[in-house]
């Protein structure tokens, strides 16, 4: 019962801290893309939010936090298959959460919550034997997005290791259905963008957790303790490094996979660090505790990002920028009565969601400082001015 407390209370605070986060940021212009764009599933389950919560931040949002919740929930299911101990898989879920990757994939609209979700929940229907609910899923992931290719791929793979002949065909034929409507983007020559792609994976788990996973995947490889998380993880692994050598691959559609490979990490760590005696735990115990705390100043980091506007001097370079000013601008447009602008193509569209419109009636020109006049916006964070904008009205 003390376990299940703290396992809400888990949830509880993880769920605070993404509403919290939610209200503290606008929508991107790519976010904006995503909601006003062409279609895609990620847009339709995006919209019927919206239609159902009303037209703000929370219900733009609330898609990828219900879906991380569920991820969160799947994860400690999964756990107890490579896990006996309930304080170490809430350690685990523990991990998950402080993740930087997953902290990014729980409240931005991006398809890299959806996907961690869709291979939590088909690892849990796999391991619990669940076919009559994980083949249809896997029909589903063909239809919805491009990134579930390697999942097949994966998995095709990981039959025939199994010597399991009707999942290899099943997988095949969904892996090029998928390759048919999808396709994989493998253009382009030999540029070198492995070491970016290492640096891309080494900011979502942070560089210590990077490490580790692919260590355990690889000792796993070699004393041949082999599962279906271990084909799914490492296989989409070794094709984003592949591909890292022709082009500039995009590694959220990489990165669920490894993060999929948290429960064999954690029952690695616990293993080697049990069979040790106490006076050789040290290193273990060391490693564990600065990951820690490198997650939790990451966290810290993000949850009071906006105090980082103090010290910056150019505001632009502020990592969560292109997340800031919109809704502010808006709410000080409205303020003055002002319900529709000409401006910049990505202001525009990101303006457009908290209802200022475009029109030709006022001109919005985003200003440096030196330009600022009496008619100037100023957006402000922590007493720090970030934008600057003028407004003309033109029939003046």
């Known amino acids: 019962m003390k376990y299940k407390l703290i396992f809400l209370l888990l949830l509880g605070l993880d769920a605070i801290n993404l509403i919290y986060q939610t209200s503290e940021i606008s929508i991107s212009y790519r976010e904006s893309l995503i909601l006003y764009g062409d279609f895609s599933p990620l847009q339709a389950v995006i919209k019927i939010s919206i239609y159902i919560f009303g037209q703000n931040d929370l219900a733009l949002r609330f898609p990828m936090i219900l879906a991380h919740i569920l991820s969160v929930i799947l994860l400690f299911q999964i756990s107890k298959h490579y896990i006996e101990n309930v304080r170490n898989r809430l350690w685990l879920i523990l991990i998950f959460i402080l993740l930087p990757g997953v902290l990014s994939s729980a409240i931005l609209i991006d398809e890299a919550g959806l996907i961690i979700f869709g291979l939590f929940l088909f690892i849990w229907l796999y391991i619990n034997n669940y076919k ?26 990981f039959s025939i290791y199994d010597k399991n002949k009707t999942f290899f065909i099943f997988n095949m034929i969904i892996f090029f259905i998928s390759l048919f409507l999808f396709g994989i983007d493998s253009h382009g020559s030999p540029v070198g963008h492995f070491l970016d792609a290492l640096g891309l994976y080494a900011a979502i788990f942070s560089p210590i957790v990077f490490i580790y996973i692919v260590f355990v995947l690889y000792r ?42 948290l429960p064999i990490v954690a029952k690695n760590f616990i293993s080697s660090y049990r069979v040790r005696l106490k006076q050789f735990r040290n290193g273990y115990k060391m490693m564990f505790v600065v990951s820690l705390i490198l997650l939790f100043i990451n966290t810290v980091t993000v949850l009071f990002n906006k105090e980082l506007y103090k010290i910056i001097e150019f505001p632009e370079k502020h990592f969560v920028y292109k997340f800031h000013v919109a809704k502010e601008l808006a709410n000080e447009l409205k303020n003055r009565s002002i ?53 003309t009205n033109i029939y003046k």
């Open 220 to 261: 796993k490889f070699l004393t041949k303790e082999l599962d279906i998380i271990w084909f799914i993880s490492s296989t989409v692994l070794i094709i984003s490094l592949i591909l890292s050598f022709r082009q500039s691959v995009k590694i959220e559609h990489f990165a669920p996979y490894l993060i999929v490979a």
């Open 339 to 391: 319900n529709c602008v000409n401006t910049d193509k990505q202001m525009q569209t990101r303006l457009y969601f908290y209802g200022v419109t475009q029109c030709n009636k006022y001109i919005l020109t985003k200003q440096h400082i030196d330009k600022k006049n009496k008619n100037s916006v100023t957006i402000s964070y922590k007493n720090r001015p970030v934008y600057f904008a003028d407004v």
């Open 132 to 157: 009559i609910f994980y083949y249809p899923l896997l029909i589903s992931f063909a239809f919805l997005d491009n990134s579930y290719v390697y999942l097949f791929l994966a998995l095709s793979i």
